[in-house]
């Protein structure tokens, strides 16, 4: 993990010190082993994204797109750091069953539905059938991938870790929406309404927050609303505090993974944490 701070040009040096301690401090509050390390220099980057990668700091860096200030900084973070994963564990990812995620949405002319997002496992080819949901019902529809574009060019195929804008070819009646995900015609993910995750509340206008606390939530490309329904070995959450609680889907199911990251946001209400658990719907 790494922290950006934009829009350095509205403030002066000092107000700028003062954001990075602010963070620095935020960093330190949610229970990081990772020290602190802020990059102002060519050879900080450089050791920055080695030391990043085995996780021993978190590089601080602050840019403007105004005056241009820093990003020579940021690109040579984003340019020094390793690929994700192994040859063998990519090779893994590619035998198994399709998942793509749906981050965008858009409508281009003469083409119809364009979705963009990452593909997480299998290969999407174009041309393939595949599986689309989850709908309000917590169904899946069957649909027809047509072109798929990679850096506004043309390829065949999609691989693990990819990220890529794929037109389809929907059914009337299917709308679409971010959140969903492209699988396997032979495989239907499991969807969920509750789930557990393990949370840090960085900070809330009062003293704690109870069950029954409504907030909304971001998993991936998932972004709605749920509520808190139980709190693990207390009866309340409190700011600084790590806690397992129980949270439902406010709307309709949603595909969800254990261990993706969780972010709760209502307000000036914030928190951060991890899926620890999935209950499928019992329709399923």
């Not at 701070?5 to 990081?32: C, E, P, W």
């Not at 506004?152 to 195929?157: P, S």
């Not at 139980?230 to 600084?240: S, T, V």
């Not at 439902?248 to 914030?270: D, H, M, N, W």
Request: charged share 20%; glycine share 10%; hydrophobic share 40%.
């Amino acid at each position: 993990m790494f922290v950006l701070i934009t829009k350095m040009d509205l403030v002066d040096r000092q107000g700028l010190n003062k954001i990075i301690k602010d963070v620095s401090a935020l960093v330190s509050k949610a229970g990081m082993v990772a020290r602190e390390k802020r990059v102002k220099t060519k050879r900080d980057a450089v050791q920055g994204a080695q030391e990043l990668c085995v996780g021993s700091i978190v590089p601080i860096l602050a840019v403007s797109s105004v005056t241009g200030e820093g990003f020579r900084y940021l690109r040579t973070l984003l340019n020094c750091l390793s690929t994700a994963g192994t040859a063998e564990s990519r090779l893994q990812l590619v035998g198994l069953p399709v998942y793509f995620t749906i981050e965008e949405l858009y409508n281009v002319p003469h083409v119809g539905q364009v979705v963009g997002g990452m593909l997480a496992e299998g290969q999407l080819h174009e041309g393939a059938d595949v599986l689309v949901g989850p709908m309000k019902d917590g169904s899946f529809e069957k649909i027809t991938v047509g072109s798929i574009r990679r850096s506004r060019q043309a390829v065949g195929c999609v691989n693990p870790g990819e990220a890529a804008s794929v037109s389809l070819n929907l059914p009337d009646g299917v709308t679409l929406r971010r959140g969903m995900v492209l699988s396997a015609i032979d495989y239907q993910p499991p969807v969920c309404f509750e789930f557990s995750a393990n949370l840090l509340l960085l900070c809330h206008t009062t003293k704690y927050i109870c069950v029954g606390f409504q907030a909304t939530v971001f998993i991936g490309s998932v972004c709605t609303t749920a509520t808190i329904t139980h709190i693990n070995d207390a009866d309340c959450l409190r700011p600084g505090k790590w806690a397992v609680v129980r949270m439902c889907f406010a709307y309709q199911p949603e595909v969800i993974r254990e261990g993706s990251p969780i972010i709760l946001r209502q307000g000036k209400t914030k928190g951060m944490g991890e899926v620890l658990k999935v209950f499928p719907s019992s329709s399923q």
